[in-house]
């Protein structure tokens, strides 16, 4: 028979209240999410698809951004390293990642590269479409020179 014993609160109280000591390096794929919220009233008369009239948009960092912002909000610090593009989608991450407190000297932004961002189109809640702009490319020797870099400093 195996016995389970769930785990207590207070252990998981007392570690996300050491959160604030601790730093984390994050390496990764930052993404632009955009949700655009809206209504469906008609089918298009130019193909057999239902029209979104748009009511709101709202964006929000995902991929590696995600995991920063979480770790900030649990009182923790983030340091970002990754490529990014320069790039719309890369300065409303600059900005957002520079508003909850976070350090962007990490990222490094390139006009030869797009930043990943993905838009989610939702009628009453429910998603109908997703749409994904990325470039999948290997990091240069020198971007990733820079990058190795930021890791020793």
């Known amino acids: ?28 794929d930052f993404i632009l ?6 209504v469906i009233e008609r089918i298009s008369p130019e ?6 009239h748009g009511r709101g948009e709202m964006l929000n960092m995902g991929g ?16 970002p390293v990754s490529v990014i593009g320069a790039d719309q989608a890369g300065n409303n991450l600059m900005r957002m990642l520079s508003e ?8 490094l932004q390139r006009a030869d590269r797009m930043t990943s961002s993905k838009s989610r189109f939702s009628a009453l809640n429910q998603q109908v479409l997703r749409f994904d702009e ?17 890791f020793q400093a």
């Open 100 to 107: 909850i407190g976070v350090d962007t000297d990490g990222l």
């Open 64 to 79: 590696a951004g995600n995991v920063v912002s979480n770790i900030v909000s649990l009182g923790g610090a983030a340091i």
């Open 134 to 150: 990325e470039e999948i490319k290997p990091l240069t020797s020198a971007e990733r020179a820079k990058l190795i870099d930021h």
């Open 47 to 52: 193909a057999p698809i239902p029209v979104l």
């Open 33 to 38: 999410d955009r949700f655009v919220s809206g």
């Open 1 to 28: 028979m195996i016995k389970h014993n769930p785990p207590s609160p207070e252990p998981l109280h007392r570690t996300i209240a050491r959160f604030g000591e601790v730093t984390v390096l994050v390496v990764g």
